[in-house]
């Protein structure tokens, strides 16, 4: 049985803004905590030896206003952090080697936190890409004074962005694919369907130097998957996340493609749906996990304590290390 809402009322209340902006300050400290400051690499997580990833660069890249905004790094110093690391970015090797930072203006998923070259012969990845692309069009937007520092931050961020080969990244398909390996070339995956992969079509469509052919948006949205859940009509797609990422750099709200307008919806009103979707999820609890309710619910892409099999309490479960797990069909 789900467990029954807890009488603390602090516990049960609506968080203030005081909450909310607790909660932001401490996000704002990993980016803090979790940077190289010779380079401006980022882990992917906080576990020791992590190496950077370019999906959270570029996060960390668009949290930079906000830690000016908020007062916590004067504008002046956060421009030259920007910079430099937009400076040691664009200074990595690109090129077809298997120890090389990136190819085609992409980078790899994983980032040696020092050198910045390949590890672990991961892909070359054009989401994680995109979202160091929109962190760094994030700064460049931002950074707007004609100062040395910040007008370098344009031209970086300018530079980095435009130097992608989206038709290169199509593999002579309609579709982005979802990235590349020098061992093997490109991963047979591709980008359809509604997924995170929204901002990564926008910032292809929009790009000044090797734009997508409109077709290639018209081939993402053709397999999407309208659904009724709980009473909620939504466009599907399982983990958090990806009703999420698109959002953190575009307001989606009353902003409709013809998928959007034959629906009366827009991508913005549907997360939402997406949210109350996974929070009646865990009030209902269907799998009876200790703690799901209506105030602990979100079920998107981490970690967990490992592939195994477990007996809990007379019921046999099965774990999971990174999945991106999604509600409510799981996994």
Same mark, same amino acid.
């Given at each position: 049985?789900?467990?029954?809402?807890?009488?603390?009322?602090?516990?049960?209340?609506?968080?203030?803004?005081?909450?909310?902006?607790?909660?932001?300050? @401490?996000?704002?400290?990993?980016?803090?905590?979790?940077?190289?400051?010779?380079?401006?690499?980022?882990?992917?997580?906080?576990?020791?030896?992590?190496?950077?990833?370019?999906?959270?660069?570029?996060?960390?890249?668009?949290?930079?206003?906000?830690?000016?905004?908020?007062?916590?790094?004067?504008?002046?110093?956060? +421009?030259?952090?920007?910079?430099?690391?937009?400076?040691?970015?664009? #200074?990595?090797?690109?090129?077809?080697?298997?120890?090389?930072?990136?190819?085609?203006?992409?980078?790899?998923?994983?980032?040696? %936190?020092?050198?910045?070259?390949?590890?672990?012969?991961?892909?070359?990845?054009?989401?994680?890409?995109?979202?160091?692309?929109?962190?760094?069009?994030?700064?460049?937007?931002?950074?707007?004074?004609?100062?040395?520092?910040?007008?370098?931050?344009?031209?970086? +961020?300018?530079?980095?962005?435009?130097?992608?080969?989206?038709?290169?990244?199509?593999?002579?398909?309609?579709?982005? @694919?979802?990235?590349? !390996?020098?061992?093997?070339? /490109?991963?047979?995956?591709?980008? !359809?369907?509604?997924?995170?992969?929204?901002?990564?079509?926008?910032?292809?469509?929009?790009?000044? #130097?090797?734009?997508?052919?409109?077709? #290639?948006?018209?081939?993402?949205?053709?397999?999407?998957?309208? !659904?009724?859940?709980?009473?909620?009509?939504?466009?599907?797609?399982?983990?958090?996340?990806?009703?999420?990422?698109?959002?953190?750099?575009?307001?989606?709200?009353?902003?409709?493609?013809?998928?959007?307008?034959?629906?009366? #919806?827009?991508?913005?009103?549907?997360?939402?749906?997406?949210?109350?979707?996974?929070?009646?999820?865990?009030?209902?609890?269907?799998?009876?996990?200790?703690?799901?309710?209506?105030?602990?619910?979100?079920? @998107? +892409?981490?970690?967990?304590?490992?592939? @195994?099999?477990?007996?809990?309490?007379? %019921?046999?479960?099965?774990? /999971?290390?990174?999945?991106? !797990?999604?509600?409510?069909?799981?996994?």
């Amino acid at each position: 049985m789900p467990e029954l809402p807890s009488t603390d009322p602090e516990l049960n209340r609506i968080p203030t803004e005081e909450d909310l902006g607790r909660l932001q300050f @401490t996000t704002l400290l990993y980016y803090l905590q979790c940077t190289n400051p010779d380079n401006g690499l980022v882990r992917d997580k906080t576990q020791a030896g992590a190496p950077a990833s370019i999906a959270a660069i570029g996060m960390a890249l668009a949290t930079i206003p906000v830690v000016v905004e908020r007062g916590i790094v004067i504008r002046e110093f956060a +421009a030259k952090i920007a910079r430099r690391r937009l400076e040691f970015l664009m #200074s990595c090797h690109q090129g077809p080697e298997p120890d090389a930072s990136g190819y085609k203006g992409f980078f790899y998923h994983f980032l040696d %936190i020092e050198t910045g070259r390949r590890v672990w012969q991961c892909e070359l990845s054009t989401i994680d890409s995109a979202f160091l692309f929109a962190g760094a069009l994030t700064v460049a937007t931002y950074f707007d004074a004609d100062t040395e520092d910040e007008a370098k931050v344009r031209t970086l +961020a300018t530079s980095l962005y435009e130097r992608a080969d989206w038709n290169w990244a199509c593999d002579h398909g309609a579709t982005l @694919t979802h990235g590349w !390996r020098p061992e093997n070339g /490109f991963i047979p995956y591709r980008w !359809r369907g509604y997924d995170e992969g929204l901002l990564l079509y926008i910032l292809g469509l929009g790009s000044p #130097s090797h734009p997508l052919p409109p077709e #290639s948006y018209a081939a993402y949205t053709e397999s999407y998957e309208w !659904r009724n859940i709980f009473g909620r009509e939504l466009l599907y797609s399982g983990p958090l996340f990806t009703h999420q990422l698109s959002h953190m750099w575009i307001d989606f709200r009353d902003i409709r493609d013809k998928f959007m307008r034959e629906h009366g #919806s827009d991508y913005f009103q549907n997360s939402r749906h997406a949210t109350f979707v996974q929070q009646e999820y865990a009030i209902r609890n269907p799998l009876g996990f200790a703690g799901y309710g209506e105030h602990c619910w979100g079920f @998107t +892409a981490s970690d967990g304590p490992g592939w @195994t099999k477990r007996n809990i309490d007379g %019921i046999d479960r099965e774990f /999971f290390d990174y999945i991106a !797990r999604g509600a409510p069909y799981g996994p």
